[in-house]
């Protein structure tokens, strides 16, 4: 029986990298039942690009433009309920999936009938597409993407906040999906993705590492800024700091926020909570070795001196 997987692509003014992850899905091995365009863009480019592109598809693509836009939290949410297929694929319009990769990620059911998810390890590339052997290995490494891990995870909940489940690029069953579905960026500001990554870990277990590389993740001039991926790791520490967990990922909860609490000091000093800013460089998650290390001495003068004198260190 062929395997019903839709594949979502929410986008938002970038065409050319839009065209190229829409090729990278038209172009898999394995093809999925359709292909939902979720645009926010406040122009016609990209819908006429789609146009285009659909004269020749076998594939159906169903093309939605919001206006006004729903924000990206909504448009995922969208591509969620309207897809109609078993399993769902999210790609973001950046982003770009190996040709086998809808094949290689479904055929993790075959082993593990009962799964709600699966993901591979991801390539970093650059924007004109050219690999980055090192920052990908060196990326999977840091979240815990390697050999030792294939297969089938012990705990959803210890993958996820490791962020070993990827924010985009995998394969997960509709039903959970759309059962989860995103919450507000009022709720979880940046960090939706690994929000729902983790509300998803709490709700359903059996998530499938797949030790193959089956996806690109870009970074180009359009990607999401540095001052973004700062806010999105202080709003992950705070998700997973009040977020009831199981005791047995108590080492990677502490792994995780150990990691991410010198970049939630900065962020929080630079939106002037300095009180919070402190409480966490003086917790144990900020341990006295790195109070003492030439950063930490650094965040601890930026949090005590004056902004105008802090931004200066």
């Known amino acids: 029986m062929q395997p019903s997987i839709s594949v979502g692509i929410p986008t938002y003014k970038r065409s050319k990298l839009f065209r190229e992850a829409l090729y990278s899905v038209i172009e898999q091995t394995l093809q999925p039942v359709e292909i939902i365009i979720g645009d926010d863009s406040p122009d016609d480019i990209t819908e006429?690009?789609?146009?285009?592109?659909?004269?020749e598809c076998k594939i159906p693509i169903f093309y939605f433009r919001h206006s006004p836009s729903l924000g990206q939290s909504e448009n995922v949410n969208f591509l969620y309920e309207t897809a109609k297929g078993d399993k769902i694929v999210l790609l973001h319009d950046d982003d770009l999936l190996l040709p086998n990769a809808l094949e290689d990620l479904n055929s993790c059911w075959d082993l593990h009938p009962d799964l709600v998810a699966s993901y591979g390890k991801q390539y970093i590339?650059?924007?004109?597409g050219a690999i980055d052997m090192e920052h990908s290995s060196d990326l999977n490494q840091m979240f815990f993407r390697t050999s030792d891990r294939a297969g089938l995870q012990n705990s959803s909940v210890e993958s996820a906040i490791l962020h070993q489940f990827p924010n985009d690029c995998f394969m997960i069953l509709a039903s959970a999906a759309k059962a989860i579905k995103w919450r507000s960026?009022?709720?979880v500001g940046d960090a939706g993705d690994f929000d729902f990554g983790l509300r998803l870990s709490l709700e359903y277990p059996n998530f499938f590492f797949l030790d193959k590389y089956t996806a690109k993740y870009r970074l180009s001039s359009v990607s999401i800024s540095k001052s973004d991926n700062r806010r999105a790791a202080s709003e992950s520490f705070n998700i997973i700091l009040n977020t009831t967990l199981p005791e047995s990922v108590s080492w990677a909860k502490?792994?995780?926020l150990?990691?991410?609490a010198p970049i939630a000091i900065i962020e929080l000093i630079s939106l002037?909570?300095?009180k919070q800013a402190l409480d966490i460089y003086f917790s144990k998650y900020h341990p006295l070795?790195?109070?003492m290390s030439l950063g930490g001495v650094r965040r601890l003068l930026k949090a005590l001196l004056p902004t105008s004198i802090g931004k200066l260190i």
């Open 289 to 291: 070795s790195r109070r």
């Open 254 to 256: 502490e792994h995780e």
């Open 185 to 187: 960026y009022e709720e």
């Open 272 to 274: 002037g909570k300095r």
């Open 125 to 128: 590339v650059s924007e004109d």
């Open 48 to 55: 006429n690009l789609v146009l285009d592109i659909k004269k």
């Open 258 to 260: 150990m990691r991410e």
